[in-house]
């Protein structure tokens, strides 16, 4: 018997406990009739959104008898688990799913299937509603609790979610180079103690470092395996809406899902607006070219809307849509820390400090044509992005970009293209 196995019986012999729910497996025929669906979903997401848990099934939760589950249908628990998580429970609960022996009172080994649900950055729903495990229960989380987690995991709170941990990922899921590229001179530290250091990552309650939300989005070569939602969605549009380009044969000009870390996405995102936007070229004194967009307004306001953005909203995607006269830049979450549409040119906050600070480190990506910026590195934390963006865009275009909150829940920024000049000749995409 492991100690993994071992360690599981002395808990199931103390009893149900914060972190411990057990359930018998009741079978008829073909069907699984008990635990059910619905009592599954409540009991992992009540895990979820506290401290973590552990659901063993095919244990008697009275008499806390190894009853155990025939070898032949361990399959089908295990489907029946990941069904339940993945369509029962929203966002979807990543879980760690284990087919294991324990003794029963005789001594004889029984299967059992042991699912570690820990806690999680998002707060999940169930059939039962928002719940909670408190103690050896689970009941759903009153009201001025569920807006206290809420605001906790949207970074209302005291500390920023990207200094979250990311249940499910280990320190190992940190890639070795991504994180020494953040390495200076005097950096002498083990990897896993710089890590810690910038942020990347840091202690769980069972003393085990694993990475945070911040280390998964810059130093993980693929941060949507643990966050769906982070990635930038850039679409290029025929015509000035979407209405207007469905009704062309083709009416998608070119599509890029920007993957990565946050860095190479905004390198990837910028690429693709100088690809996209068009070119005019008059010839009255030579060639001068006229592109739509001012390529460091464009860069800074990508850089901001990964930044700032609210990683907590599950699914949602940055997205970057490019049309005939404009481009529109979503980004989830409304402003930060009390910012007014208003004030953005003025005023300096942060959802997210840890990754302000490790963007502050990146170096502006090269082979972006048009960008050319006096900065070095991707963020300067001197809060100029929107006034750059602003009055860069401006002078392109004649027309003022605008900020709106798009939908109660996403922040829109608008910038217009440039017209092309009226003695305009070639016209390069």
């Given amino acids: 018997m492991s100690e993994g196995a071992a360690g599981l019986l002395r808990r199931i012999r103390l009893s149900e406990d914060s972190h411990l729910e057990l359930k018998q497996v ?10 059910g669906r619905g009592a599954i979903a409540d009991e992992l997401a009540a895990f979820a959104n506290a401290g973590g848990g552990t659901l063993v099934l095919g244990v008697d939760d009275r008499t806390k008898e190894i009853l155990g589950i025939p070898r032949e249908r361990l399959d089908d628990v295990v489907r029946l688990v990941d069904e339940v998580c993945r369509d029962l429970v929203d966002p979807p609960l990543d879980v760690t799913v284990r087919c294991m022996e324990l003794p029963d009172m005789e001594d004889v080994p029984r299967c059992v299937v042991r699912v570690e649900a820990p806690r999680s950055i998002f707060l999940h729903r169930s059939p039962g509603g928002y ?6 229960s689970t009941r759903q989380i009153p009201q001025h609790a569920l807006v206290r987690l809420i605001q906790e995991r949207s970074q209302a ?25 953040f390495r200076t001179e005097l950096s002498v530290d083990k990897r896993d103690v710089l890590a810690e250091k910038l942020g990347l990552a840091r202690m769980s309650e069972d003393e085990r470092l694993a990475p945070t939300v911040a280390g998964i989005l810059l130093a ?40 990565g870390p946050l860095d190479r996405q905004v390198a990837d995102a910028c690429r693709f607006v100088a690809r996209n936007q068009r070119i005019a070229a008059s010839k009255r004194v030579g060639r001068e070219d006229h592109p739509q967009y001012d390529m460091v307004a464009v860069f800074e306001a990508v850089v901001n809307a990964v930044a700032h953005r609210d990683y907590s909203v599950y699914r949602s995607a940055t997205r970057l849509q490019m049309y005939s006269d404009r481009l529109e830049l979503f980004s989830p979450g409304a402003p930060p820390n009390g910012i007014t549409l208003d004030s953005l040119a003025y005023r300096q906050a942060s959802r997210n400090n840890t990754v302000a600070g490790l963007l502050a480190r990146c170096r502006v990506p090269e082979g972006v044509p048009g960008l050319r910026t006096p900065r070095t590195t991707i963020m300067d934390r001197r809060g100029e992005g929107v006034g750059v963006i602003l009055h860069r865009s401006e002078e392109c275009s004649g027309r003022r970009p605008v900020y709106e909150l798009f ?18 000749g070639v016209v390069s995409g």
């Fill in 26 to 35: 009741v079978l008829s025929g073909t069907k699984i009739k008990g635990p």
């Fill in 157 to 181: 709170g005291l500390s920023s979610f990207d200094e979250s941990i990311v249940g499910g990922a280990a320190i190992g899921n940190l890639d070795s180079v991504l994180v020494d590229r």
């Fill in 131 to 136: 719940m909670k495990r408190a103690g050896a």
């Fill in 407 to 424: 939908g109660g829940e996403e922040l829109r920024l608008t910038i217009f293209a440039a017209a092309e000049p009226p003695e305009a």
């Fill in 220 to 259: 993980s070569s693929s941060p949507e395996r643990w966050l769906p939602n982070a990635f930038i969605q850039a679409v290029a549009y025929r015509g000035k809406s979407v209405a207007e380009a469905m009704s062309a044969a083709n009416y998608q000009i070119d599509a890029l899902d920007c993957f």
